[in-house]
């Protein structure tokens, strides 16, 4: 933790200090000749006027891109609300816009988040819902695991009666290299509780999503 820490105020001071031309921690320096290496090895001439800049502005895309290593998603889910008038029916938030990167390539796979669960006396924010979802999408990621992480988060951290996720995204490694599928989808979803259980949880769930596709 301590280490994750140091990273933090390492990046947010980096933008700040490289406009003022004050950039020489040996750490970013080492990271831009990295980048250096990878425009080397792509054909280009890291020296060229239009790619001066390019090395610093790809470390602190990188430092945007991986933000969700300095985040503990739990923290998100810490504050409950019980005052909820004992609403203990389905929660759901369609269409949360998803960006991560594949582990295997470290390319783009965006698409979109549905997270619903189904309180036993407590809800949360729903913002934070997202939130979770960021937290965990801007890591290296394989889509199952991603899927698998949200949910199991939210049902340790809320324990309601159900959670269900279900991913819905685009692999830029699959659209536009390899197999060269663009237009395809991928589907994942993970579910506890009730709607493992209880075949009209399920159906609630799935219709109310289906629903949302239709008008969308
Ligand atoms: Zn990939």
């Known amino acids: 933790m301590t280490d994750l820490t140091k990273t933090t105020s390492r990046v947010e001071t980096k933008d700040a200090a490289s406009r003022n031309g004050e950039l020489d921690d040996p750490r970013d320096l ?15 001439d890291p020296e ?60 783009p796979f965006v698409g979109k988040a549905h997270v619903g669960y189904i309180p036993d006396g407590k809800v949360v924010g729903l913002s934070k819902l997202a939130r979770v979802v960021d937290a965990y ?7 199952e695991k991603l899927t698998a992480q949200i949910c199991d ?30 237009g395809s989808w991928t589907t994942t979803s993970k579910l506890h509780g009730c709607f493992l259980e209880s075949d009209a949880s399920r159906l609630e769930l799935m219709t109310l999503i289906g629903m949302k596709r239709n008008i969308g």
């Open 30 to 44: 080492e990271v831009m000749e990295h980048v250096k290496g990878l425009l080397r090895f792509i054909g280009e």
């Open 48 to 107: 060229r006027e239009g790619l001066l800049d390019t090395p610093r502005r790809v470390m602190l895309a990188m430092a945007d891109h991986f933000h969700g290593y300095k985040e503990e998603p739990r923290d998100y889910l810490s504050r409950t609300f019980t005052e909820v008038e004992g609403y203990n029916e389905l929660v759901l938030i369609t269409d949360i816009e998803l960006h991560s990167h594949c582990e295997h390539h470290m390319v």
């Open 137 to 143: 999408a801007k890591r290296l990621q394989v889509q």
């Open 153 to 182: 988060t939210i049902w340790d951290c809320l324990k309601p009666k159900g959670v269900a996720v279900i991913l819905q995204c685009q692999h830029f490694c699959m659209c536009y290299r390899g197999v060269k599928k663009p």
